[in-house]
């Protein structure tokens, strides 16, 4: 079955930087294309950064330019690099196969952004 662990969150000041994890299982991690999502309270679950089994990234247009997505297929990991973070980016993050995700889903990781 897979499996996502995601770690890294916590809390940060507005226009600072963070960079969150997530630790893949169960399925051949390489071949996969990848993607970041964030739930923020009473919203939705949504999308915000995806990468291919190549390396070709693309982002939502809230974060783009702020943002970097990476992997690292040794390890089985995916990264958000997170810059200039605003007070609305804060949400519980996770990861999950891209674009079209599997569950379960990860337990995520809470990243606030204090103003």
């Known amino acids: 079955q897979v499996q996502y662990v995601e770690s890294g969150g916590g809390l940060v000041q507005a226009g600072g930087s963070l960079r969150v994890s997530c630790a893949t299982s169960?399925?051949?991690?390489?071949?996969?294309?990848m993607g970041w999502y964030r739930q923020r309270t009473g919203k939705g679950r949504e999308w915000v950064a995806g990468?291919?089994?190549?390396?070709?990234?693309t982002y939502a247009v809230s974060v783009k330019y702020r943002f970097t997505i990476s992997r690292d297929s040794a390890k089985n990991t995916v990264y958000l690099q997170m810059n200039s973070l605003k007070p609305e980016d804060t949400a519980v993050y996770y990861c999950?196969?891209?674009?079209?995700?599997?569950?379960?889903w990860g337990q995520g990781t809470l990243v606030t952004v204090s103003s």
């Open positions: 990468i291919n089994s190549d390396g070709g990234a």
């Open positions: 169960g399925r051949t991690f390489s071949l996969d294309a």
């Open positions: 999950n196969t891209w674009p079209n995700y599997l569950e379960p």
